[in-house]
């Protein structure tokens, strides 16, 4: 296995190879036939063994520790399983190939009086922060097979604050048995990586934002898919409610994952159908008081709307690329998720509800959709302003425990309000967005089985204003108000089962609004809002 870098001179001349050109996944011989033949095979077979650990294998994208969804290792961490000679970057490098990391020391003449240093200039990469390894060859323009072979590339997940970014490690060596062999071992402890999807289900909105979605999944996401080899089955959806439809009737088993490129609307649909569609499969019914069982497949979120608020709160950046690493490396975050109800019938999953001016700002908002973006929300946010009207409100809820709790309350107890609020918000996630950047609900978290109830009392439309400002500073929204009365900020807990039941008068007609949490170890942090017209 051992090879000289003998041809190293050629090897520089293709330094300049671009990433696009690495197409092939299997090496090619020179000897021809008989070798693709038993290549097709051996790619046949690898496909069924894949086939056989998907059907046994929870399909999940999960873990955060990506050594856990490994196979049994057959090697000590440390024990070599290959070594060889490429050529990396302009020098020849000694590289050792282990279970769980790639190795490489530059090859230096020796000489009795140098003073080196090997291990101060050994290099490494983890084999969990690889995602991909291709065949390198140089081709001329507009050829699509073959070419000539120069080596072998690794491409690295690398993280840069929030930022995901691919980097990739070219190994050259012009020896096809040589790089076959590494790329066979590569190939092999890489797919050993269980939680990383193979399948996923794409739902791509045209119309998020600036109808540039579909351009985005072709320029941003889907390289990176076929880089992982990851089959992706898009539908572009053609109207509200496509994706739910496909949710619930769609046969999922082949699938290691859903995920939504658009904005928070497509999200919350596409999160509503993977939940529904959980609770249908497990015969629940939704129109009662059920215990909703988790979704049976993860959710990427590839933002590409106007806010992206779920997207912002999940990966801490709006950036497609970084969302997509996520995926492909099969990270895991659990999100809180809320369920909505009205007269006892599940009107839907969401991550958040607003009443009074949020709610109409949003609904005047959707109904401007020929509007440029930017456009519709300023608007909508200006008429919805200068129509400033508070609700006659009764909200009932249980502060959390651990909350900054400005009442005092008994951990368990109720707590009523009653009055005038300009907006009630309920959310799950802190809502994070470029408006907001420390979240529309900076007290609570991504999954601490809590949600935040966020009442701002009637107030002048000037001290409104002032509020929501506020928001777009990074300073605590929340103790800046402690004070002021306005508003209550009130984390709810998840320990005991009804937390909150309150009443909404909007347009001479009564709501009665329950706010119920359920505890669930795996999914902590449901919220049942049951409504019910015409109150006496
Ligand atoms: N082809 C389509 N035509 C019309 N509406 C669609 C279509 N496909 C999906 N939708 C709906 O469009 C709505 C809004 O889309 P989305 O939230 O992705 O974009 P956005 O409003 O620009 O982003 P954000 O919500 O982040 O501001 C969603 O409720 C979705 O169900």
Request: with cysteine; net charge positive; hydrophobic share 35%.
């Amino acid at each position: 296995m051992f090879e000289s870098p003998c041809k190293s001179i050629n090897v520089l001349n293709a330094w300049s190879e671009s990433q696009d050109e690495l197409r092939e996944t299997q090496p090619v011989s020179p000897r021809g036939t008989r070798k693709r033949v038993k290549a097709k095979k051996k790619k046949r077979k690898q496909q069924q063994q894949q086939n056989e650990r998907r059907s046994v294998s929870a399909p999940q994208l999960c873990t955060d520790d990506a050594d856990k969804g490994r196979t049994e290792k057959k090697h000590r961490p440390d024990e070599p399983i290959g070594r060889g000679i490429f050529q990396i970057g302009k020098k020849s490098h000694d590289v050792v190939l282990t279970e769980t990391r790639v190795t490489w020391t530059p090859i230096q003449p020796e000489t009795p009086t140098a003073d080196r240093d090997v291990k101060n200039q050994e290099e490494y990469v983890e084999l969990k922060d690889v995602f991909a390894v291709k065949v390198k060859r140089r081709r001329s323009a507009g050829q699509q097979t073959g070419g000539t072979l120069l080596g072998i590339t690794l491409f690295q997940c690398k993280k840069k604050g929030l930022k995901l970014k691919e980097h990739a490690i070219h190994l050259n060596n012009l020896s096809a048995d040589h790089c076959e062999i590494w790329f066979k071992s590569l190939k092999e402890i890489l797919s050993g990586f269980k939680n990383r999807p193979k399948s996923l289900k794409v739902f791509v909105n045209p119309i998020s934002h600036k109808k540039e979605a579909y351009q985005l999944y072709l320029d941003e996401v889907a390289p990176l898919f076929k880089l992982a080899d990851i089959e992706a089955d898009v539908t572009i959806t053609k109207r509200k409610g496509h994706a739910l439809s496909i949710l619930k009737d769609c046969s999922l088993e082949d699938y290691d994952g859903v995920v939504c490129v658009g904005g928070d609307g497509s999200v919350a649909e596409v999160a509503h159908g993977l939940l529904l569609r959980a609770q249908m499969d497990a015969g629940r019914d939704t129109d009662s008081i059920f215990t909703p069982l988790q979704a049976a497949l993860p959710l990427g979120i590839i933002p590409a709307g106007s806010t992206d608020v779920v997207a912002c709160s999940v990966h801490g950046i709006r950036r497609a690329v970084t969302a997509t690493l996520h995926i492909i490396m099969g990270h895991h975050q659990p999100v809180d998720v809320c369920s909505f109800s009205s007269m006892g019938r599940l009107l839907r999953f969401g991550f958040s509800a607003m009443f009074g001016f949020g709610g109409r700002t949003l609904a005047l908002a959707e109904r401007h959709r020929w509007m440029p973006p930017s456009q519709r929300r300023e608007f909508a946010l200006i008429k919805t302003l200068a129509n400033l009207k508070p609700e006659d409100c009764e909200l009932s809820f249980i502060t959390s425990r651990g909350a900054e709790d400005q009442t005092k309350c008994e951990d368990g107890s109720w707590q009523t309000r009653q009055g005038l609020y300009l907006n009630i918000s309920i959310m799950a996630i802190p809502c994070l967005c470029s408006m907001a950047p420390r979240g529309l609900a900076p007290t609570t978290r991504l999954s601490n089985g809590s949600m935040a109830l966020i009442a701002v009392g009637n107030t002048s439309r000037s001290e409104f204003i002032k509020h929501l400002k506020r928001y777009s500073s990074t300073n605590n929204q929340v103790s800046s108000h402690q004070n002021a009365s306005m508003c209550t900020y009130v984390t709810l807990d998840h320990k005991t089962s009804l937390k909150s039941l309150g009443y909404i008068c909007s347009n001479s007609q009564k709501y009665i609004v329950w706010v119920k949490i359920i505890d669930f170890s795996f999914m902590p942090k449901i919220i049942r809002i049951l409504s019910k017209d015409h109150v006496p």
